[in-house]
């Protein structure tokens, strides 16, 4: 079997010495493995990712879910709908190892998958006709991804989020309006709106229970933060894996939605570099293959 293995070389994980104990394993196990770096394009100010013209076997991801979000969008493009897609978690959150079990022994793991063929096909958000894997943020967490200091977001990894989400709890007047309207027309207004293709968020925190990267749908959250102690609670809910229980949070799973707002937009953990202020947000079910582990 052919491995291509897609790496961030700005990964907080990422060594030469990593990257070889892979080599070793993936040609002990009887596979080929090659590699190649995403890169910045600066004219365009976006990673790309040079895919190779001869088709892989397998793809696999070394990074975060930003990493992730880049290959996809390339794999889509290129038409490798059916190349099952593996995950290394070299990133601040893995929310996606999480939700395919690829968290711990994620390379043994994936030899395993590739040697048993069992995948599943993924769904993918669009957003504007962008793709995304995980979710979309719009409040406290994207001004905080919008603002966070990147030198201690590569000494501490994602705490380095929770530093800025704090700080924001007494600016709660940066969060603007956030207008959703679900796919029969109701709106749903607020401050704060998660739109999500996971039941993950974050890392090892869940939204909901009934969320899935598998079940065609996405999973809308949306609450308002007027003060401190509100912005408090939510955030102890949602380390409690309790948000959509709390009182004033709005939550239902659609297939399509339309956001208004002047926030910022995080998406798979970036930020999205628009103009507008209106998005229209839908699922395409099972559109991608990847590995996963029971």
């Known amino acids: 079997m052919t491995i291509l293995l897609i ?7 990422y060594t030469y010495k990593a990257l070889q104990s892979i080599r070793k394993r993936v040609e002990k196990a009887g596979h080929v493995i090659s590699f190649i770096e995403t890169e910045w394009d600066s004219e365009a100010e976006s990673v790309t990712v040079p895919l190779p013209a001869l088709r892989p076997n397998a793809i ?9 979000n880049d290959v996809v969008s390339a794999v889509i493009q290129q038409k490798w709908h059916d190349i099952p897609i593996g995950i290394i978690p070299w990133g601040s959150a893995n929310v996606v190892s999480h939700e ?3 968290l711990r022994n994620a390379v043994k793991k994936l030899i395993k998958r590739l040697e048993n063929g069992k995948i599943k096909k993924m769904d993918v958000g669009y957003i504007n006709g962008k793709p995304f894997i995980l979710c979309i943020g719009s409040g406290i967490d994207s001004v905080a991804v919008s603002t966070v200091n990147y030198r201690l977001k590569r000494w501490i990894g994602r705490q380095a989020y929770a530093v800025r989400t704090l700080q924001l709890l007494f600016q709660t007047n940066l969060f603007k309006t956030v207008l959703i309207r679900d796919s029969k027309g109701k709106a749903h207004t607020g401050n704060w709106a998660i739109i999500s293709n996971t039941r993950y968020y974050g890392g090892p925190f869940k939204l909901t229970t009934e969320g899935s990267v ?26 409690l ?12 799973q659609d297939t399509s939605v339309t956001l208004e707002t002047d926030n910022p937009i995080q998406l798979d953990g970036d930020i999205m570099n628009v103009s507008q202020n209106k998005y229209e947000i839908t699922i395409k079910p099972k559109l991608i293959s990847v590995f996963y582990s029971d």
């Open 7 to 13: 790496l961030n070389p700005n990964s907080r994980h």
């Open 60 to 68: 696999w991801v070394a990074g975060g879910d930003g990493t992730l």
């Open 100 to 102: 395919l079990n690829l």
């Open 214 to 239: 598998f079940d065609g749908k996405v999973d809308v959250l949306i609450l308002t933060i007027g003060s401190f102690w509100r912005g408090l609670r939510a955030l102890m809910d949602f380390h």
């Open 241 to 252: 894996n309790r948000l959509t229980k709390m009182p004033g949070v709005t939550y239902f």
